[in-house]
């Protein structure tokens, strides 16, 4: 089982453009989750997709956003790069999000830095 | 959404146990418990959660309190493999919220 997996690892942009993050959950798993850490600080919750459909948010901009696939996959896209978006994408995959309490399995991260 | 209170940072030698203590006041009734550790340049790793009974696994032990207002998450034998970040998390749902964490060093 490979676990979950994201692309790139590393990634350099300028402020203003656009970006693409991708993420293979965990075999068997449904719930795709993204999380944004910047230096220094705990993670913080983006948003969760279920069913191809955004299920929670938390507290971002609509420059954030996302899409699952059928496949279970997921995209977390931003746009109009800010200097404050360099930080650490984590993805986490679970299953069954109307389940509480079930553990996540997070990816490895991509370092988007903002020029 | 409901916060925890952990403390900066902790030291522990190698081969010792180690209580990382946790407070959520806040906690509701349908609130778990969880606790995720992160090595450096990494993810979060889950390490164990929890509703109202303690809690063993290969990795820890979790004490609950009775009203449930704290907990202590248990390293049986610290290695230098266990120096992390360890985060205790209330989850409602299936989101996680993260506050800052207990940096842990391990001295061999």
């Known amino acids: 089982d490979a676990g979950v997996t994201q692309s790139p690892t590393h990634l350099i942009k300028t402020r203003g453009q656009q970006v693409t993050l991708r993420c293979s959950p965990k075999?068997?798993?449904?719930?795709v989750s993204w999380y944004q850490q910047a230096l220094g600080q705990g993670p913080q919750f983006i948003f969760q997709?279920?069913?191809?459909?955004?299920?929670q948010r938390g507290n971002f901009p609509d420059r954030f956003s996302g899409h699952q696939f059928p496949n279970y996959s997921s995209e977390l896209n931003v746009n109009a790069l800010l200097l404050g978006d360099s930080a650490l994408y984590l993805c986490?995959?679970?299953?069954?999000?109307?389940?509480?309490?079930?553990?996540?399995?997070f990816g490895p991260g991509t370092r988007l830095t903002v020029l | 959404d409901a916060k925890t209170t952990q403390p900066n940072s902790m030291e522990s030698n190698e081969e010792e146990p180690v209580h990382l203590p946790c407070n959520h006041s806040?906690?509701?009734?349908?609130?778990?418990i969880h606790w995720y550790r992160q090595l450096p340049s990494q993810g979060p790793e889950y390490v164990i959660h929890?509703?109202?009974s303690n809690v063993n696994n290969r990795m820890a032990s979790l004490a609950i309190a009775e009203d449930r207002k704290s907990s202590t998450l248990i390293l049986h034998r610290a290695t230098l493999r266990d120096a992390a970040v360890y985060y205790c998390?209330?989850?409602?749902?299936?989101?996680?919220?993260f506050g800052a964490g207990t940096i842990l060093r391990v001295k061999s």
């Open positions: 075999s068997g798993h449904d719930t």
């Open positions: 929890g509703l109202t």
């Open positions: 806040t906690i509701s009734g349908t609130d778990y």
């Open positions: 998390i209330l989850m409602y749902g299936n989101k996680l919220v």
């Open positions: 986490a995959s679970s299953l069954a999000f109307w389940l509480a309490g079930n553990e996540q399995f």
């Open positions: 997709y279920y069913e191809e459909e955004e299920r």
